[in-house]
């Protein structure tokens, strides 16, 4: 800009001195009076056109460039000025340019680094939220509004406590912003069976809170099941062992001179023997199935094929406890993509809890019907139906009514053979009027063209 003026400057001071030249002329010489006005005039003329257009010419460029320099100030760093000739403009623009580009540069790769973060966070396992030192939420990832149950949409609108208020997490945050070391805490909440690691740091100088959230709702349940299956396995082994144990004794205590008695006490040892090793059978077959260990051997089977063989192993037990079998089948229902020994395994189980709940006269009948997407299977009884209590936990391992008899794992093996298969299973019941056990699998993509 001082060179501007002082080109202005100089310019103006050379035709100035056209002008003193001419009116020194005309007070010199009267007779070029007239030559010298026109001579004034045209220098004036000329003076002023250049003048201006010297001036246009810069604040022209000028203005180009502060216009760029405002739009990089707003963020806009694609802005350009075409660089004149002139080695001084030129130079000046042409460093402008430069400036812009590796500006923009540096925004594309900051870009890029806030794309990936965000990318990071939005699909991270664990939930992230940071707040402010007053607690309003910044930010909340997907993880997070699940694990809170919040919109993460509205969230960011709302503080910590209204978010997540649960007293144990909310004092880790207050530490958090109190002291720079790391917190971590155990945050639980018995009504939604939710178990969560917080981890809670400051940054920026303190005035921000990231927590983040891991899940240990699942490890805490498996725990939980571990221990019950062993509390479970120890009080069922000691039923039979015990029972055995009594058999033993008393036949070493001269029982076994006796050979009627002798006789009963070892069916009766033979009993437990059987149930003991059915329990173990079980308990094996109910871990395959629970680690994905246990692989399906596919086939298409009839719905009848399904129910036949256990119904038919199960009639004469039916018989002895005098309740009524039935099979309901319609015609025309479709093929289905099953392992023969698993499937028939789940009904047998189906089909001797209801007989064995079904008091003498009592019926039992069993049934299938097509769906849109898949065949129904149920067990209807008239026994004395399912506590309400005990109604959603029956396929929980090792869960029975207390003067219930078995090992407690046949529905339980029953519900992850169903799900393996990629079906559901559930019951109804009244107590007092019967129960209804019904599970549906789904029909093939491609069922072969026959009729069953």
Not at 165 to 172: E, V
Request: hydrophobic residues 45%; negative net charge.
């Amino acid at each position: 800009m001082r060179g501007l003026s002082l080109r202005v400057a100089a310019l103006t001071t050379a035709l100035m001195g056209v002008v003193n030249g001419g009116m020194a002329l005309l007070l010199v010489s009267p007779v070029n009076r007239g030559r010298a006005l026109v001579l004034a005039a045209l220098t004036a003329l000329l003076s002023g056109f250049l003048v201006g257009a010297f001036t246009h010419r810069y604040a022209a460029w000028l203005a180009r460039l502060e216009g760029a320099l405002q739009r990089l100030a707003e963020g806009d760093f694609q802005a350009r000025i075409l660089a004149p000739q002139r080695a001084r403009e030129h130079a000046l623009l042409t460093a402008f340019n430069q400036t812009a580009e590796r500006l923009q540069a540096h925004a594309a790769g900051l870009a890029e680094v806030q794309s990936r973060l965000a990318a990071i966070v939005d699909h991270a396992a664990e939930g992230v939220v940071i707040t402010d030192a007053a607690g309003h939420v910044l930010l909340l990832n997907p993880a997070a509004a699940r694990l809170l149950q919040v919109d993460a949409a509205t969230a960011t609108t709302r503080v910590l406590a209204e978010v997540a208020p649960f007293p144990t997490l909310l004092s880790l945050w207050e530490a958090c912003l109190r002291a720079p070391e790391k917190q971590t805490d155990i945050v639980e909440v018995p009504s939604r069976g939710l178990v969560l690691q917080v981890t809670g740091v400051t940054f920026g100088e303190g005035r921000q809170c990231l927590l983040l959230l891991h899940d240990l709702s699942r490890f805490r349940q498996m725990e939980t099941m571990r221990s019950d299956f062993v509390s479970n396995l120890s009080h069922e082994l000691r039923t039979p062992l015990a029972g055995m144990k009594a058999v033993v004794e008393t036949l070493s205590e001269g029982a076994w001179e006796d050979p009627p008695a002798a006789k009963r006490f070892l069916r009766h040892m033979e009993t437990e023997l059987d149930n003991l090793i059915q329990m173990v059978e079980e308990m094996l077959t109910l871990s395959r199935l629970e680690s994905g260990q246990e692989v399906l051997q596919k086939e298409w089977l009839c719905p009848e094929d399904i129910l036949h063989e256990p119904v038919a192993q199960l009639m004469p037990y039916a018989r002895r406890a005098e309740v009524a079998l039935e099979v309901q089948l319609p015609p025309g229902l479709p093929p289905l993509l099953a392992d023969r020994r698993r499937i028939q395994r789940a009904v047998l189980n189906l089909v001797h809890n209801a007989i064995k709940f079904t008091p003498a006269g009592g019926r039992v009948v069993v049934a299938a019907v097509e769906g849109a997407d898949e065949v129904v299977f149920t067990v209807h009884d008239t026994g004395r139906g399912i506590p309400p209590d005990d109604l959603p936990r029956i396929f929980e391992r090792f869960y029975k009514s207390r003067d219930s008899q078995g090992s407690g794992l046949g529905l339980a093996i029953a519900k992850h053979t169903i799900q393996m298969h990629g079906g559901r299973i559930w019951a109804e019941s009244v107590e007092g009027q019967g129960s209804m056990v019904g599970f549906a699998l789904p029909k093939g993509v491609e069922a072969p063209a026959v009729f069953c």
